[in-house]
T-cell receptor, first 110, second 118 residues
Framework: ELKVEQNPLFLSMQEGKNYTIYCNYSTTSDRLYWYRQDPGKSLESLFVLLSNGAVKQEGRLMASLDTKARLSTLHITAAVHDLSATYFCAVDTRDDKIIFGKGTRLHILP | EPEVTQTPSHQVTQMGQEVILRCVPISNHLYFYWYRQILGQKVEFLVSFYNNEISEKSEIFDDQFSVERPDGSNFTLKIRSTKLEDSAMYFC????????????????FGDGTRLSIL
């Protein structure tokens, strides 16, 4: 069964710092998603990563995918308070299930 | 921008009762999903639906659960004989293409229905 593991699960960091969230998964997948969730809200799509070596950037967030290592990273550059949220990676299995990681709760201190 | 809409936003039900959660996916989307999220926990896949039938379901989606697309716009999740542990946020999502067809579109999520079982 596909397992998706994120780390860290909790992250408190200062504004202006850089950090990386890691997402490991256990079996072959066609694609990987990153979502953001604010408390009590729905899931907002951030990135869809389709192939080995894919890198996407939006503002201070950059996501990458290494399908050989079964690893995706979400890198935060010069963090700002508005980025405080829970970030989920999700892996799309080839039989049309989407398996989510446990999420990384990010708290950025002013 | 088109949205997935879910109703009600909050449903409170006595244990043992049946509930129906409603979703209106984005109009040109063909693939529909239900997920649940127990408070403070991860998002769990329940079921995917395409061409008026279930495409895939998880171990959570047992005989207590059913889905239906009764008309051209609604997509419903029915939970029979609700239990306390069914209390969660239920999210509906839709997208245009299946993974096997090389989709590069994310799933669009609704705002969720908070289900509270008393």
């Amino acid at each position: 069964e596909l397992k998706v593991e994120q780390n860290p699960l909790f992250l408190s960091m200062q504004e202006g710092k850089n950090y990386t969230i890691y997402c490991n998964y256990s079996t072959t997948s066609d694609r990987l998603y990153w979502y953001r969730q604010d408390p009590g809200k729905s899931l907002e799509s951030l990135f869809v990563l389709l192939s080995n070596g894919a890198v996407k950037q939006e503002g201070r967030l950059m996501a990458s995918l290494d399908t050989k290592a079964r690893l995706s990273t979400l890198h935060i550059t010069a963090a700002v308070h508005d980025l405080s949220a829970t970030y989920f990676c999700a892996v799309d299995t080839r039989d049309d299930k989407i398996i989510f990681g446990k999420g990384t709760r990010l708290h950025i201190l002013p | 921008e088109p949205e997935v809409t879910q109703t009600p936003s909050h449903q409170v039900t006595q244990m043992g009762q049946e509930v129906i959660l409603r979703c209106v996916p984005i109009s040109n989307h063909l693939y529909f999903y239900w997920y649940r999220q127990i408070l403070g926990q991860k998002v769990e896949f329940l079921v995917s639906f395409y061409n008026n039938e279930i495409s895939e379901k998880s171990e959570i989606f047992d005989d207590q659960f059913s889905v239906e697309r009764p008309d051209g716009s609604n997509f419903t999740l029915k939970i029979r004989s609700t239990k306390l542990e069914d209390s969660a946020m239920y999210f509906c999502a839709s997208t245009t293409l299946l993974s096997s067809q090389g989709k590069n579109q994310p799933q669009h999520f609704g705002d969720g229905t908070r289900l509270s079982i008393l």
